[in-house]
């Protein structure tokens, strides 16, 4: 199993962001995805999940409202566009998923939320 992140970067607040993470070595359609982030000195945490069909999604209320997850099925890949970004967002997010019972991650991409 490989999850690959990329489009992390610099922006300045309220500024927006585009998260992809392709996945591969299991059949995406079938299990749901996640992304997490981790700040400096804090606990990873959950930032939204998707259902594997793409129906069901959930946030964590610090995000609800500015950030949206999605997924691409014929593409093996999962989304995370963040909009109205604040320092506070500022983190490593980590692609995740647990085909076979199994957490699988990613290696992460940085944001940086700073003016």
């Known amino acids: 199993v490989q999850l690959v992140e990329s489009g992390g970067g610099l922006v300045q607040p309220g500024g927006s962001l585009r998260l992809s993470c392709a996945a591969s070595?299991?059949?995406?359609?079938?299990?749901?995805m996640s992304w997490y982030r981790q700040a400096p000195g804090k606990e990873r945490e959950l930032v939204a999940s998707?259902?594997?069909?793409?129906?069901?999604?959930n946030y964590a209320d610090s995000v609800k409202g500015r950030f949206t997850i999605s997924r691409d099925n014929a593409k093996s890949t999962v989304y995370l566009q963040m909009n109205s970004l604040k320092a506070e967002d500022t983190a490593v997010y980590y692609c995740?998923?647990?085909?076979?019972?199994?957490?699988?991650w990613g290696k992460g991409t940085l944001v940086t939320v700073s003016s």
């Open positions: 070595g299991f059949t995406f359609s079938r299990y749901a």
């Open positions: 995740n998923s647990a085909p076979w019972g199994k957490n699988y």
């Open positions: 998707i259902g594997s069909g793409g129906g069901s999604t």
